[in-house]
């Protein structure tokens, strides 16, 4: 949350109503009276909770005889990963529903997490809303189905404007280069020695945060790729410049200090105080971040629109596309020992039906992919930034698609952490990520860069 690219295109169809066959069976953990649903809250994401609390009573209230119990994981992602799976691994506690990153899909489908949604969605009159890409990023290498999108997302630049323009940066400010991000966060920490001049995810506490919109924001804009034709890619010239930038935002002082960095809470440090409180300049992060600072959301900043700007992160050098981004999502996914998987399929139609994606994509600030949440004006227009982030659809990247990639989305973390703690020099960092994952995948299925 991610191997194609989303294309929002309007279409205007009627939700239909969901008919659903009688009970099935299956060896799960939740007898046919219950059904378990296992989601991430943490932090300042409450979304899922909210939204999962309201479908949890309409659905009761339409199946008097079932009972939803919700399970919320209070946990940082990688912590949330772990705990899924051991939740998976035993009969007594495997989820009927589970709140899915879409590139765990394929890995936890290899694993038998999951059970495929062919057959409910061939019935569902509104899967038809869903754009192709969007049904793609629930595929399995089977080509079965195995999660519903929930919204997708894309990464860019975030700044205070009064940060900026005590730098002396323009409120347009739109860097066409790594060079001119580093001068800007190089002005900012001149201007203001007490302001971070410059955020990014970094090391094994951020996980995915790290990897996906830290290390891959930069790896894709050196015209480099983590995988090609089939294999992992060692040897890479751009993977050494990444980590090259990695170190110098962190020796130079742009960034928070390794200690800051590495705290598991620092996101939502950054995203409810510190963007807020002009404590930090320029942040390379995620679409959904307004969605603290709405009305609604757990940090509200009724100025917010007005004191913060974006740009697209940029191309190393300025090279074609110019800019550069990565995007994902989240899924619902059956578990694969579900006892009443009519009942969890149910579940999941009313949680992703049109009135519910709508409230969550506005809500946790998401890139609808159900068309007619795309044109809906309550969507396009609570969020100004909406345009501007599905604009960078155009330019932006998605994970390697395999049951490979956690395992080496690790190894990217330990790299990253390894230089900006000086541990490491990049080259270093890079030939022990080359070593780990030829080990991991094999040397068959690596090619040098």
Do not use: H
Not at 90 to 99: E, K, L, R
Not at 223 to 228: A, N, Q, V
Not at 408 to 415: K, L, W
């Amino acid at each position: 949350m991610r191997t194609a690219r989303f294309f929002i295109a309007p279409v205007t169809a009627a939700a239909l109503a969901l008919s659903l066959g009688a009970c099935g069976s299956g060896g799960g953990g939740s007898d046919a009276a219950t059904i378990k649903v296992a989601y991430q809250k943490f932090g300042n994401f409450t979304q899922a909770d909210e939204l999962f609390k309201d479908v949890k009573a309409d659905f009761e209230e339409a199946n008097p005889d079932i009972t939803v119990e919700l399970v919320p994981i209070e946990a940082q992602q990688n912590d949330y990963f772990t705990k899924l799976a051991l939740m998976n691994r035993s009969p007594s506690t495997a989820p009927d529903v589970m709140y899915e990153d879409t590139y765990m899909i394929k890995s936890d489908v290899e694993a038998g997490y999951l059970q495929p949604l062919d057959d409910y969605l061939a019935e569902w009159d509104e899967w038809d809303q869903f754009v192709d890409s969007a049904k793609e990023a629930g595929a399995g290498d089977d080509g079965k189905t195995y999660g519903v999108s929930m919204g997708t997302d894309t990464r860019g630049l975030w700044f205070n404007k009064d940060v900026l323009a005590k730098a002396g940066l323009p409120e347009d400010w739109a860097p066409t280069s790594w060079d001119e991000l580093l001068e800007a966060a190089r002005a900012i920490k001149e201007s203001d020695p007490d302001v971070v001049p410059f955020n990014m995810y970094s090391g094994k506490p951020q996980g995915e945060a790290a990897v996906m919109q830290g290390f891959e924001m930069l790896l894709y804009g050196t015209g480099d790729t983590l995988y090609e034709d089939g294999k992992w890619v060692l040897g890479s010239q751009g993977f050494i410049e990444s980590l090259e930038f990695i170190e110098t935002v962190f020796t130079e002082g742009l960034a928070p200090t390794p200690q800051q960095a590495l705290d598991t809470n620092i996101g939502n440090t950054v995203q409810a105080e510190w963007l807020p409180e002009g404590k930090v300049g320029i942040a390379l992060d995620g679409s959904w971040v307004a969605g603290n600072w709405l009305e609604s959301g757990v940090a509200p900043w009724p100025e917010w629109s007005e004191k913060m700007g974006t740009a697209p992160m940029p191309t190393q050098d300025g090279a074609d596309p110019g800019a550069v981004s990565m995007s994902g999502g989240w899924t619902l996914a059956m578990g694969a020992g579900s006892e009443n998987p009519d009942a969890a399929f149910e579940f999941i139609s009313m949680a992703l039906n049109r009135e519910n994606s709508l409230w969550f994509d506005v809500a946790n600030s998401q890139i609808a992919v159900r068309t007619d949440v795309a044109e809906d004006p309550e969507y396009t227009k609570t969020n100004p930034t909406t345009e501007f982030f599905t604009g960078l659809v155009d330019v932006t990247n998605f994970r390697p698609a395999t049951s490979d990639y956690p395992k080496v989305s690790n190894e990217i973390m330990v790299a990253m952490e390894s230089v900006m703690t000086g541990q490491q020099t990049p080259e270093e960092a890079a030939a022990v990520y080359d070593e780990a994952v030829a080990g991991i995948v094999g040397d068959e299925n690596t090619t040098q860069g």
